[in-house]
Every structure is written in structure tokens, then in C-alpha cells.
């Protein structure tokens, strides 16, 4: 089974370290598409189905949670991750009020962080087929 | 007052009479009844003796050679208006008596004398000079006294205000006319105390009156006041209840002390201390959010140099793999480092909740926390005594031992390397010492060892950043204490600190 997932991130190295990292889990084959805004995240949207989107909090432009409450608000209910170094306790809460899933802090080595979100989006994916 | 009763013992009587026989004998019996005596022949003499001498009583012939005995009495009054005279006559007659009595006489007695008449008289006589004179002293202490009270009452430059069980002003003192910004007391006078009261206190005002009248003094309330013109200052009244003989109150006494000063001198502390936590919030923030910022780009270039060493590290010699090793290194140091930084940044502001900690299971876990280090070096953790337990924030207490104990087995070159640990109850602090048999400090790097980011040794020699010693101490103050070291090299250091017991 392929995993779609969207990743959002500014920072194109934050992108290419979370896809390369992904591919070495292995099992699961994950299909990347890494866009550098929510903007664009949104453009792609429209056009492809993903089974789980992946976004940062802080960007220029729109932010992730402003992305979130974009696509709640238009009852896209796509199983969302806030992947975040910048955040803490408020931003965590106002993304669970918002309706996202998971908060993973970016913190620590890249390999564990990596292993956690590849984990992560295999349990949501799952959780959604059962449903 | 010895000398007032023993003057009061023996009234001082001039004895003025002719006749050298009869002046003789007066004299006499009054001495031996224990009044002191003087004697004098004649009015002139009399007269001199008088403007020498204070004399309670005088008793004096009427008929005297030169000046008569009416005028003797007369001019005797003029210089002691106190004085009784007595007058002795041979010519007893109503008119002589009325004449005697109207120039101020007290009494009179007929010639022949008879001594336990006139013994009598002038008992009554000297009884009641003497209850005058009393009198008379009695009066001055008191005007004294009140002459006293009104200087105090006057010169206090707190605000004495007297009013009647209706709260209306009686009286005041000067203070209190300054305070209100009347331009006399008898502007202040009649008016309700409720008045100088600003009305959002005046109700509670007249609750505590009712308040001071059960519990007769009531101590620094605060209250604003207002002045005539209607601007309003922060005061502190201390009202009591003036009460007479059988305990009933008659009125109340109000001191009121202006803390227009007090309260300036306390916002403006308010406001530095306001200005200083923000500063320090500041920092903080800073700190932390610089922190977070540095650890981004780090982790990249971790995750790259992770990247390049294990999928592209045949494409690199071993030059170009050493490169990427020290690349490598560096990147843990600095995470260190800014580990470090947000440890610092959030003593003070993250601490927990006080809890009761038994610092020898603290110290168990520290222990087991550092085992592999501990069997590395072959080294020991030794508690010297029992260690006390205290009420404090466990998380920094524990990251403060463990700082001092891995420091003390870190530093340490010997075979076994050794860390004491004890604590004992002084009177207000608990005392510590955390004590090593390791290489110990130079004195004059002693100074500089408690600074962010000192470190005395290579990194290649000894690992770390150099932050542990600072943080040890910000956490020391944090909890209000104080930290320092002894230490000779070669010879081991020992950190010392306090704690307050509350």
C-alpha cells in the first residue's frame, strides 16, 4: 500500500531531509510531494487525493494552522500532522481545537523524528480505513 | 518634694511685738510647738525681714512703735498676698477688730495672750497656708503639664484631631490645619470629621468609628483623605475613645499620618520592580527563543552530515571523512551548548511546584542517574551523614547535585575517583557540600569558574560546555541561597552552599 502524503515545509531542507529519511523506512512505500507553501499546498489540493497531510506551523504567508482551519472549514477532513520546531503548548492546543491530529515537535535526531512521523501516519491511515 | 514637706513641717512665722519679754515668749512656746521663728521689734525691721524672707504666717502687736502694727499687716500682704496675718491687741474693740480684719487679717487675739488660743489659731492658720501653698504647687504641675501637652500636641507633624461622639471636630492641632489646607484651626473646628474624607472611604469610615467604639483604638487605617480644595492624599488613622471616671466615652482621638511620601516611594519601587521583571522576562524570552532558532539550522546540518557519512562516505577520502567527523562534533557541541543556554533560561521561570524532597533518595537517584560514569572511573558517590529533607522544586535541585557530582568525578584524575556529599540545619539555611578528590582549581581561575561558558581545560582533554557551574549557581540563587568553592589544585574542591530552611 502507498501512503500519499503532502508535505509542507518553507524550508527545502527540512523537505529533502524528511523524504529521504521516509524512503530508508522502507516497508510502506511513502509518495512525497514536498511544497514550499500552504498556498501551493492548497493548488495542489484541488487537483490530487493525499492520504495525510504533513505541515510546519511558522511559514511566510499563510501559516499551518491558518492552512488547517482553510481546509476544515471546507470539510476536507484529510488526517493533518502540525510538524513543528517553533510552537510549544498554545500553538499545540489551537491546532487540536482546530482539528488537527498529531503534534510532532521537531526535536532531537532526524532518523527518530523521521521513524516517529513515518509511525504516526501509518496508525492515521489505518485508522481511516477502519472507519 | 522633701524640701516642700519640710517646709510644709515648719511654717515659717515672723513674730513682731515691742515688748522684748512678751516677743520672748511667743517665740519660745512656737519653736516648741515646731514652727521656725523670727522675730522683730519693730514695723520697719518687720518689713525688712519680710522682703528677705517668705513667711507663712505673721503675728504682729498692734501697737508698735514707728510704723503701726496695721500697716506691718498691710505691707506683709502687699509682699506675700498668701501670707495669714494674725494681729495681738490690747485694745479689743469691735472697731479695731473690723479695722485688723479689713486691711487682711485672718484673726485677731486679745492681750493678755492665751497660748492655747492663739496655739490654735495659728494651726488653722499655718493648716491652711499650708493646703494653699499645696494648692498653688499643684496648679503650676498642672499648667506645666498642659503648657507640655500643647507644644507636643502642637509641634507633632502628625495630624491630632479631637471630636465629639457625633464625629464633629473639637479640636485639632496645627498639623492637621497644614494637612487640610484650611488656613486655621477655627476653619476646622465644628466641622464633621466625615468631611476631610473622600467619599469613597466615608462609609467605611463610619463603620470603624462604630468599630472603635467597642474596641477603643484601632490601628493605621487607610484611608484618603481630602483637603479643602478637594484633592485627595492617602493617609493612616489610628482612632481611639477618650472615656471619663466612670468609663463612659466622651470623644475621639484620631492620629493621622500623611503617606502621600510612602505611597510615591512605593510606586515607583513597584514600578522598577515591574521594569526589572520584564527585563528579565525579556532575557528570557530571548534566550529561549534565540535558542529554539539556533537548534533549526542545526539540526540540518546534523541530518545532512548523517546523510553524506552514511550513503556518500566512499565518495570521500579520509581526509574528507575527518572533515565531516569534526563537522560532526562541532554540531553536538553547539546542541550542547544550546541545551545549556535554555537549561539557564528557564531556571527561574519554569520551576515546579514545591515539593518535600528526601535528598538521600534524591541523591540514590542521582547516583543511579550517573552509574555508568561512576563505573567507568571506578569512582564512588558517598552521603557523610544523614542529608536533611526540604521543601523546594525537586527538578533543580536534582539538576544542582548532579551537576556538582558529575563535575567532581569528571574532573578527577586520581584512581578512584571520590564525591562526599553532606547537609546539615544551621539556623535559617540548610548548609551543603558536595566534596571531591579531584584535580581541583588554580585561586585565581576561582573567581571566574561560576561564569556562563568558562571552561579551564581543552575540550579534547575535558568534555562539556562550561555552563554547569553557572547554572549551578542561578539555581542556588533562584532558591535563595549562595554558592562558593574552596579549592587547591591537585588537591580536590569543595562547593558550598545554602538554602533557606522556610
Not at chain 2, 518687720?46 to 502694727?69: M, N, Q, R, V
Not at chain 2, 486655621?184 to 463603620?207: M, N, T, V, W, Y
Not at chain 2, 514600578?271 to 532558532?293: G, I, P
Request: hydrophobic letters at 40%; aromatic letters at 6%; one cysteine or more.
Amino acid at each position: 500500500m502507498i501512503i500519499r502524503v503532502l508535505h509542507v515545509d518553507d524550508e527545502p531542507a527540512d523537505l529533502e531531509i524528511t523524504r529521504v529519511f521516509l524512503k530508508r523506512e522502507g516497508k510502506y512505500d511513502f509518495e512525497i510531494v514536498s511544497v514550499l507553501s500552504a498556498e501551493e499546498a492548497l493548488k495542489r489540493l484541488k487537483e490530487e487525493r493525499f492520504d495525510v497531510i504533513v505541515s510546519d506551523y511558522k511559514m511566510p504567508g499563510m501559516s499551518g494552522l491558518e492552512l488547517l482551519e482553510e481546509l476544515r472549514c471546507n470539510g476536507n477532513e484529510v488526517p493533518f500532522i502540525l510538524f513543528t520546531g517553533k510552537g510549544g503548548e498554545v500553538v499545540k492546543k489551537a491546532a487540536f481545537n482546530m482539528g488537527a491530529d498529531i503534534y510532532i515537535a521537531k526535536n532531537g535526531g532526524p532518523a527518530n523524528q523521521c521513524s516517529e512521523l513515518a509511525r504516526t501516519m501509518r496508525e492515521l491511515v489505518k485508522e481511516k480505513i477502519n472507519y | 518634694m522633701n524640701e516642700v514637706s519640710l517646709e510644709m513641717k515648719k511654717p515659717h512665722i515672723l513674730v513682731v511685738e515691742d515688748d522684748a519679754e512678751m516677743r520672748e515668749t511667743l517665740s519660745d512656746i512656737l519653736v516648741e510647738n515646731g514652727y521656725e521663728v523670727e522675730t522683730a521689734g519693730e514695723g520697719k525691721e518687720a518689713l525688712t525681714l519680710a522682703g528677705k524672707e517668705k513667711f507663712a504666717i505673721c503675728l504682729t502687736d498692734l501697737k508698735l512703735p514707728g510704723i503701726s502694727g496695721i500697716k506691718v499687716l498691710e505691707e506683709i500682704k502687699r509682699i506675700n498676698p498668701e501670707a495669714y496675718a494674725i494681729i495681738i491687741t490690747a485694745f479689743a474693740s469691735k472697731e479695731t477688730a473690723i479695722e485688723a480684719l479689713k486691711a487682711g487679717a485672718y484673726s485677731y487675739i486679745e492681750k493678755p495672750v492665751n497660748m492655747e488660743e492663739l496655739l490654735h489659731i495659728i494651726k488653722r492658720a499655718s493648716a491652711s497656708y499650708q493646703l494653699q501653698e499645696e494648692k498653688k504647687r499643684a496648679e503650676e504641675e498642672l499648667r506645666k503639664n498642659e503648657e507640655k501637652l500643647k507644644n507636643v500636641f502642637a509641634s507633632v507633624t502628625d495630624g491630632i484631631t479631637v471630636t465629639d461622639l457625633n464625629a464633629n471636630i473639637i479640636d485639632c492641632n496645627q498639623a492637621t490645619v497644614d494637612m487640610s489646607g484650611f488656613s486655621s484651626r477655627e476653619e476646622i473646628l465644628g466641622r464633621s470629621a466625615f468631611e476631610f474624607i473622600a467619599p469613597q472611604d466615608r462609609q467605611r469610615a463610619k463603620e470603624n468609628t462604630m468599630k472603635t467604639l467597642k474596641q477603643c483604638f484601632l490601628k493605621d487605617l487607610e484611608y484618603i483623605c481630602l483637603t479643602k480644595d478637594g484633592y485627595e492624599f492617602p493617609v493612616l488613622m489610628s482612632p481611639s475613645v477618650l472615656r471619663d471616671a466612670h468609663g463612659n466615652p466622651t470623644a475621639f482621638v484620631a492620629v493621622t499620618k500623611d503617606i502621600t511620601e510612602r505611597k510615591l516611594a512605593e510606586g515607583e519601587l513597584e514600578k522598577y520592580l515591574k521594569e526589572l521583571e520584564r527585563a528579565n522576562r525579556d532575557m528570557e524570552d530571548f534566550t529561549s527563543t534565540v535558542s529554539h532558532d539556533l537548534k533549526a539550522p542545526l539540526r540540518t546540518i546534523q541530518a545532512f552530515s548523517m546523510l553524506i557519512m552514511e550513503d556518500y562516505s566512499d565518495s570521500l577520502d579520509e581526509t574528507g571523512r575527518d572533515y565531516l567527523n569534526m563537522v560532526k562534533e562541532a554540531v553536538e557541541r553547539m546542541n550542547m551548548l544550546i541545551e545549556d543556554l535554555l537549561t539557564l533560561s528557564r531556571v527561574g521561570r519554569k520551576f515546579s511546584e514545591v515539593e518535600t524532597v528526601d535528598l538521600n533518595e534524591l541523591l540514590e537517584e542521582i547516583k543511579s542517574d550517573l552509574s555508568a560514569r561512576i563505573e567507568e572511573r571506578g569512582g564512588e558517590v558517598v552521603e557523610v551523614g544523614k542529608l536533611p529533607t526540604v521543601s523546594t522544586q525537586r527538578v533543580w535541585l536534582k539538576e544542582l547535585f548532579t551537576n556538582l557530582i558529575d563535575n567532581g568525578l569528571k574532573f578527577n584524575k586520581t584512581n578512584k575517583p571520590r564525591v562526599e556529599v553532606s547537609g546539615e540545619e544551621a539556623d535559617k539555611n540548610y548548609l551543603f557540600r558536595v566534596k571531591d578528590n579531584g584535580i581541583g582549581i588554580e585561586e585565581k581561575y576561582q573567581a571566574n569558574i561560576f561564569n556562563l561558558f568558562e571552561r579551564l581545560h581543552a575540550q579534547s582533554e575535558y568534555e562539556g560546555t562550561g555552563a554547569g557551574l553557572a547554572i549551578c549557581k542561578k539555581i542556588v540563587e533562584e532558591l535563595g541561597g549562595a554558592m562558593r568553592v574552596e579549592s587547591k589544585t591537585g588537591e580536590g574542591s569543595t562547593f558550598f552552599f545554602t538554602m533557606p530552611r522556610n
